[in-house]
C-alpha cells in the first residue's frame, strides 16, 4: 500500500508531528511518502512544481503534465479528459506518486481536493486539528460538507474535535480514529533537572505568538505572582504576528524584568529550556491538543494549563498538572503558588507526566495505531472507530 502524506510545507518547524510520524511508519517498513507545496527535497520527500512566477509555471507545465503521463497515464488521461491541465500541474506530485491512499494532515488542505479519490482512484483519509475546526472556514455555510461526503476516514487529535467535526456537519456514523499526537518521548524525556534551592519559581511556555496561545492570561497569572510576593522568572518560547502584543503586555504588566521572550526556538533549545523550568504554563483560548504540552511533561514538568480543546485530554488534572477554566488568570495563579510553594508535589507531578507520556504518547504508540487505521483504510469498507 502506498501512503501520501498531504501538508503544506515539509519540513515545518511547528509541524514536527507529520515528520517524525512519516519516519516512523517508514522505519516500520511503509510505503510511504510526503508530498508538500513547499520546502526542500529529499528521500521521499515530493515538493510541488513552482507557482510562481506564472511564467515560470507554465513554462514548467508541459513537464509536469509529460512526468505524470509516465508515471500515472490512466490518471493523468482522467485530468486531461476533464480539461484540468492546471490542476494537473498543482496535483502532479501527489498523481506520479500513485498512491493508495491520500492523507491530508489537515482537514483545510483538503477543501476543494477531494476529487483525487475519484480521479487517481484512491481513498482518501483527512486529519482535523485545532486549526481546522476551532478556524477555518468559519464564515463559509457547509465548508467541509464535500470532504465528510467523500472521505473514506476522518483522524481527530482528540475527542473535543471529533464531537467539534460532527457540529461542523460531519455524519456520526462516518468512520473515524481519534489518536493524540507523539512526541519523542526519549529525547524529551532524557532531561535531568537540578534541585530549584533559593531562587526564584521558573516558568515556561512554548507556543506560537498567536491570540489562540491566550499569553495575555498567562502575563496576567505571573503579575499576580509577583503581587502576592512570589518571585517569578518566566521564559516564553515561540514567534509570531503577536510579538508586539505580547511585549506591550508584558510592559504594561511592569514585568520586564522577569519575562523574556526568547523567540523561535528548534528541539534542542526547546528541550533546553524546558530542563531549566521548574512548571510549565500553557492558557491557550483554544487548542487542538498541543505537542508543546506533551514534551513538557515527557520532560518531568508539572504543568498548568487551561481547559481549552483537548488540554483536559492531554493533562490529567491533578496527577500530571492542573487544568483551570480558560482566561482566568487567577485560577492559574493559584495553581501556580501552590506547585511553586510544594517542591515534592513539582516532583510527584512532573514523573506521573513522564511515565503518562511514554504510555500514551510515544511515537511507537502512535505508528502502531497509524498503521491500523491505514490498513483499515485500504479496505473496500471501513467499520466506524471510536
Same mark, same amino acid.
Given at each position: 500500500?502506498?501512503?501520501?502524506?498531504?501538508?503544506?510545507?515539509?519540513?515545518?518547524?511547528?509541524?514536527?508531528?507529520?515528520?517524525?510520524?512519516?519516519?516512523?511508519?517508514?522505519?516500520?517498513?511503509?510505503?510511504?511518502?510526503?508530498?508538500?507545496?513547499?520546502?526542500?527535497?529529499?528521500?521521499?520527500?515530493?515538493?510541488?512544481?513552482?507557482?510562481?512566477?506564472?511564467?515560470?509555471?507554465?513554462?514548467?507545465?508541459?513537464?509536469?503534465? %509529460?512526468?505524470?503521463?509516465?508515471?500515472?497515464?490512466?490518471?493523468?488521461?482522467?485530468?486531461?479528459?476533464?480539461?484540468?491541465?492546471?490542476?494537473?500541474?498543482?496535483?502532479?506530485?501527489?498523481?506520479?506518486?500513485?498512491?493508495?491512499?491520500? &492523507?491530508?494532515?489537515?482537514?483545510?488542505?483538503?477543501?476543494?481536493?477531494?476529487?483525487? %479519490?475519484?480521479?487517481?482512484?484512491?481513498?482518501?483519509?483527512?486529519?482535523?486539528?485545532?486549526?481546522?475546526?476551532?478556524?477555518?472556514?468559519?464564515?463559509?455555510?457547509?465548508?467541509?460538507?464535500?470532504?465528510?461526503?467523500?472521505?473514506?476516514?476522518?483522524?481527530?487529535?482528540?475527542?473535543?474535535?471529533?464531537?467539534?467535526?460532527?457540529?461542523?456537519?460531519?455524519?456520526?456514523?462516518?468512520? &473515524? %480514529?481519534?489518536?493524540?499526537?507523539?512526541?519523542?518521548?526519549?529525547?524529551?524525556?532524557?532531561?535531568?533537572?537540578?534541585?530549584?534551592?533559593?531562587?526564584? /519559581?521558573?516558568?515556561?511556555?512554548?507556543?506560537?505568538?498567536?491570540?489562540?496561545?491566550?499569553?495575555?492570561?498567562?502575563?496576567?497569572?505571573?503579575?499576580?505572582?509577583?503581587?502576592?510576593?512570589?518571585?517569578?522568572?518566566?521564559?516564553?518560547?515561540?514567534?509570531?504576528?503577536?510579538?508586539?502584543?505580547?511585549?506591550?503586555?508584558?510592559?504594561?504588566?511592569?514585568?520586564?524584568?522577569?519575562?523574556?521572550?526568547?523567540?523561535?526556538?528548534?528541539?534542542?533549545?526547546?528541550?533546553?529550556?524546558?530542563?531549566?523550568?521548574?512548571?510549565?504554563?500553557?492558557?491557550?483560548?483554544?487548542?487542538?491538543?498541543?505537542?508543546?504540552?506533551?514534551?513538557?511533561?515527557?520532560?518531568?514538568?508539572?504543568?498548568?494549563?487551561?481547559? %481549552?480543546?483537548?488540554?483536559?485530554?492531554?493533562?490529567?488534572?491533578?496527577?500530571?498538572?492542573?487544568?483551570?477554566?480558560?482566561?482566568?488568570?487567577?485560577?492559574?495563579?493559584?495553581?501556580?503558588?501552590?506547585?511553586?510553594?510544594?517542591?515534592?508535589?513539582?516532583?510527584?507531578?512532573?514523573?506521573?507526566?513522564?511515565?503518562?507520556?511514554?504510555?500514551?504518547?510515544?511515537?511507537?504508540?502512535? /505508528?502502531?495505531?497509524?498503521?491500523?487505521?491505514?490498513?483499515?483504510?485500504?479496505?473496500?469498507?471501513?467499520?466506524?472507530?471510536?
Amino acid at each position: 500500500m502506498k501512503i501520501v502524506l498531504v501538508v503544506s510545507e515539509y519540513p515545518a518547524v511547528s509541524e514536527t508531528f507529520v515528520a517524525a510520524k512519516f519516519r516512523g511508519l517508514v522505519e516500520a517498513g511503509w510505503d510511504v511518502e510526503v508530498a508538500a507545496g513547499r520546502g526542500r527535497r529529499e528521500k521521499r520527500v515530493r515538493v510541488a512544481w513552482p507557482h510562481r512566477p506564472r511564467w515560470l509555471a507554465a513554462a514548467l507545465l508541459p513537464a509536469a503534465a %509529460a512526468r505524470c503521463l509516465w508515471a500515472a497515464p490512466r490518471t493523468t488521461l482522467r485530468y486531461l479528459a476533464r480539461g484540468w491541465l492546471r490542476r494537473l500541474y498543482l496535483d502532479a506530485e501527489i498523481v506520479a506518486a500513485r498512491p493508495d491512499v491520500v &492523507h491530508f494532515e489537515f482537514g483545510a488542505l483538503a477543501v476543494g481536493r477531494m476529487y483525487l %479519490a475519484e480521479l487517481a482512484g484512491c481513498k482518501i483519509v483527512v486529519s482535523f486539528r485545532g486549526f481546522d475546526l476551532n478556524h477555518a472556514g468559519l464564515d463559509v455555510a457547509g465548508y467541509y460538507d464535500e470532504v465528510w461526503e467523500r472521505v473514506a476516514a476522518v483522524h481527530c487529535l482528540s475527542r473535543d474535535l471529533w464531537e467539534k467535526a460532527q457540529r461542523r456537519g460531519c455524519p456520526a456514523g462516518k468512520a &473515524h %480514529a481519534i489518536l493524540s499526537p507523539a512526541i519523542d518521548t526519549e529525547y524529551f524525556g532524557g532531561v535531568t533537572r537540578a534541585p530549584a534551592g533559593d531562587r526564584p /519559581v521558573r516558568l515556561v511556555s512554548v507556543g506560537r505568538l498567536e491570540w489562540t496561545k491566550g499569553y495575555e492570561y498567562a502575563l496576567e497569572a505571573v503579575a499576580a505572582l509577583r503581587a502576592s510576593g512570589m518571585p517569578v522568572d518566566y521564559r516564553i518560547v515561540g514567534a509570531g504576528e503577536h510579538l508586539e502584543a505580547v511585549a506591550f503586555c508584558r510592559h504594561q504588566l511592569g514585568l520586564e524584568d522577569c519575562v523574556k521572550l526568547i523567540g523561535a526556538a528548534g528541539r534542542e533549545r526547546v528541550r533546553a529550556e524546558l530542563e531549566w523550568a521548574d512548571i510549565f504554563l500553557h492558557t491557550a483560548v483554544t487548542e487542538g491538543f498541543c505537542n508543546a504540552v506533551i514534551e513538557a511533561q515527557a520532560s518531568g514538568l508539572p504543568v498548568v494549563t487551561s481547559d %481549552a480543546g483537548g488540554l483536559p485530554e492531554n493533562v490529567e488534572d491533578g496527577v500530571t498538572g492542573f487544568v483551570v477554566q480558560r482566561r482566568d488568570p487567577r485560577a492559574t495563579a493559584e495553581k501556580l503558588m501552590r506547585l511553586a510553594q510544594d517542591p515534592a508535589m513539582r516532583e510527584r507531578m512532573g514523573q506521573a507526566g513522564r511515565e503518562r507520556a511514554r504510555r500514551c504518547f510515544s511515537l511507537p504508540v502512535h /505508528v502502531r495505531a497509524f498503521q491500523d487505521f491505514y490498513e483499515r483504510a485500504g479496505q473496500p469498507d471501513l467499520a466506524r472507530r471510536a
